[in-house]
């Protein structure tokens, strides 16, 4: 059951209340009979626990390439195989133009 913070306007005493989500707000300060106010802070919810952060479901990168770039920044990764070469179609080699 989550608790409300109200503030009297008149007399300014301050009031905590468990109070169901349906029920109605409460208006009339107990103490004097003011008019109450609802105060508003911070956010009463916190995640703890695993899975809640980028870097949770990852062990060594956080990036999205699956811990590639982690792997080759330290000098793990292998060099890449050259591309094969093509094979011979027959056809010449494109001329390149001198500039004279």
Excluded: W
Aim: net charge positive; aromatic share 8%.
């Amino acid at each position: 059951m989550p608790v409300y913070a109200y503030k009297c306007r008149d007399c300014g005493t301050p009031l905590e209340v468990h109070q169901e989500f349906s029920d109605a707000p409460l208006t009339e300060c107990p103490v004097c009979g003011g008019a109450l106010r609802k105060q508003y802070g911070s956010i009463g919810v916190t995640f703890n626990g695993s899975g809640f952060y980028r870097t949770d479901s990852r062990s060594g990168s956080s990036s999205s390439d699956g811990g590639a770039k982690s792997a080759e920044s330290k000098g793990d990764a292998k060099p890449a195989a050259a591309p094969a070469p093509k094979a011979d179609s027959g056809a010449k080699p494109a001329a390149t133009p001198s500039t004279s």
